[in-house]
């Protein structure tokens, strides 16, 4: 048994539990294996003779960070929307912050994640059956366990200025479109869509500590679960 990985960040908890648990991951990583080009995505010459010398299923953990890019920090003019599926879950205070339409920003959250639903795309017409796509993880609700293991790079992006992490309601939402827009794309496309591990959710839908890594990433205790997943999918 062997698996074939396309990527970001999020595959590290995969492959981190993969290595412990001796299971082989051939893993491309996205910005190397797929460019951008017209009329569309480009398999680099390695990635696709690796695909086309085998049957194995390619599965993926494209674009699953836009979310957190929207909305880990609190934005300099604060918004918030309705997410039709959880209309009640709403920011506290009546006041502060804009209420943005839904369709607004699911059509930003689209464009932005718009050449990894591409290369998606290329994979599934490439090679048609084959596609499985993991959803990202979910997010932690820990304010403070944010704020505290703020990546290096997101500091310095922040500077001197001072910042607030985003409400864990907001947070939770965009999460949800962004896996909601990744999930009508695989339809679409003909791509399975495999959801997060249930056991790695609390009650509210947020990752369980347990499978803290960082802000925006899992675990490989994480990994392991999605393991689980990959080798059922097969």
Not at 46 to 70: E, P, V
Not at 106 to 125: F, I, P, Q, Y
Request: aromatic share 10%; hydrophobic share 40%; charged share 20%.
């Amino acid at each position: 048994m062997r698996f074939i990985l396309v990527g970001a960040s999020h595959s590290v908890a995969i492959l981190e539990a993969a290595e412990a648990s001796g299971i082989p991951v051939r893993f491309f990583h996205i910005k190397k294996a797929i460019s951008r080009s017209t009329p569309g995505p480009v398999l680099s010459p390695k990635l696709r003779s690796s695909l086309d010398n085998c049957s194995d299923t390619i599965f993926s953990s494209i674009g699953g960070n836009a979310h957190n890019n929207f909305g880990l920090i609190e934005h300099s003019k604060p918004f918030d929307f309705i997410h039709p599926d959880f209309p009640a879950l709403r920011r506290p205070g009546a006041s502060g912050f804009e209420w943005i339409p839904y369709s607004a920003i699911k059509d930003r959250m689209k464009k932005a994640v718009g050449l990894w639903l591409d290369s998606l795309r290329t994979l599934a017409e490439l090679y048609p059956g084959r596609v499985k796509h993991l959803e990202s993880p979910p997010q932690i609700e820990d304010e403070t366990f944010i704020r505290n293991h703020l990546h290096a790079r997101r500091l310095r992006y922040l500077g001197n200025k001072p910042y607030q992490i985003s409400d864990h309601h907001l947070r939770y939402k965009l999460w949800r479109l962004n896996s909601d827009i990744f999930a009508e794309s695989c339809r679409e496309c003909g791509i399975e869509f495999i959801p997060v591990p249930p056991e790695s959710m609390d009650g509210n839908g947020f990752l369980r500590p347990d499978f803290w890594s960082n802000p925006t990433h899992a675990n490989a205790a994480y990994g392991a679960l999605v393991i689980k997943q990959m080798v059922d999918a097969q």
